[in-house]
């Protein structure tokens, strides 16, 4: 057992000597609410209603009373909707036909679908238990646990997972909830390290540097959670968990280093049945914990954790965004498992294909547009990993497009039918303003080129403007050199430093 081990373990049979200790309940579907039916002098046209949603999910609309006006048919419809490149729906699943079928139908077989009744320390629902089972046996992981979000999975893992003496390296682009975790836990602020983004040489001088730094890091009583994610939200680059895993070894021998990897945006998306990086590269035993959100590529809402049971009991135990909220309603959890059978049944899988396919199409086709119309770097560009032809990095659903009037490009692009928004500094260091593309399965390639095609000529347009106004600004030194040159002597001064 290591020493993390051997002190959460402690911690626990502490609260089992004090009958503190926290467990589920027992699943039991005799503590689901019945669906409600409504009273014996219920409308008969609105229970009708009522029965023609629940079986259909269709709600018809009717007007109160025969006098109510009717608009005129020659009335303007409402204006398209702009291709979507600005949501995480990467697998366009919140539009699939498919899944609201399964949903709709799941729902109408379930004996509750609405609410939970607490937290899952009080009312453990059979929906959640299943789901959780389900999750463990598919993502070959010892222990399941849900969160309401992966920013309170986040939150709740480091604020109480990492001991006393313990420390946190993170890379530097890694996302906010692990830093509010990091800041309410035990690790002193000297121990809290980031390291260059995905940049492995760095991760190395960090680690060596703590481990040189603490007796306790180097013969292994102290641990050191590195953080990172498979793939980041803002600049959609891949990371190295591989050669960061090697790396973590040879630095901490003892095995006292743990790699914690947020898989928000790779789940659905990359390895076998969707189940992300880690499971792509086979590293599933070398990892201590992984979260993967529901809200993202699958269209539901709510997140997991797997890990090992142990580390599972201390959360129930203590992670307080977990025990001090209500847990995902019956309805989401319901839906999530949905999302699910289409991972298990390929459905993801040829998704995500699509998907994939529509990174590297956008990619260099946005490249050779840039290139071809001679767009100065300065007003937009790819960043530096999209732009090597040669590149090896895994396609992925995020590109951004790089400029420092973000919001501008972002304006021209919705009124061309295209939705892609502006990410800009506190959300991205300074200096890296960017239009975020997301991708999705959904979209057509006559999508993409209209995206690219309108990009192109706003940089484009940009760029006559700047070259018009250093015309005007050269014009201007030009004549105030005339005028000063009539001056007398002035003009060979001028003359001379020009």
Known sequence: MTSLAQKLASALASRDDRNIRRRLPSPDLSLSHPPITGSATEDPATAASAEAVATTGIIAITTTSASTPVAPSAAPGPAPTPADFSSNDYLSLATSPLLRARVLAALHAAPAILGSGGSRLLVHGTAHAALEARLAREFRSPAALLFNSGFDANAGFFACVPQAGDALVHDAAIHASVHDGARTSRIAPGRRRAFAHNDVRAL????????????????????????????????????????????????????????????????????????GLVALLGVEKRVLARLHTFGKALAASGAVLLTNTLIRDYLLNYARPLIYTTSLSNLAVIAASCSFDLLEDGTAYRLAARVLDHSVYFQERLCASLVASSIPPRILSLPAHLQNPLKTQLPTPIIPILTPRARALSAHLLTHGVNARPITWPTVPKGTDRVRVCLHAGNTRAELDR????????????????????????????????????????????????
Request: aromatic fraction near 4%; proline fraction near 2%; include cysteine.
């Open 204 to 275: 190395r001088n960090v680690l060596c540097a703590l481990r040189d730094e603490c007796a306790a890091l180097r013969t292994g009583t102290a641990s050191v959670f590195v953080a990172v994610e498979s793939v980041y939200s803002m600049d959609g680059t891949v990371a190295p968990l591989c050669a960061m895993l090697d790396t973590m070894d040879a630095v901490f021998p003892a095995g006292n280093a743990h790699m914690v990897v947020d898989e928000a945006h790779a789940t659905g998306l990359y390895g076998p049945g969707g189940r």
């Open 451 to 498: 995206l690219v095609d309108s990009a192109i000529a706003w940089a484009a347009a940009v760029a006559r403007e700047e070259g018009v106004g250093q015309d005007r600004g050269r014009l201007r030194i030009q004549e105030d050199v005339r005028v000063m040159g009539t001056g007398g002597g002035g003009g060979l001064l001028l003359q001379s430093k020009l």
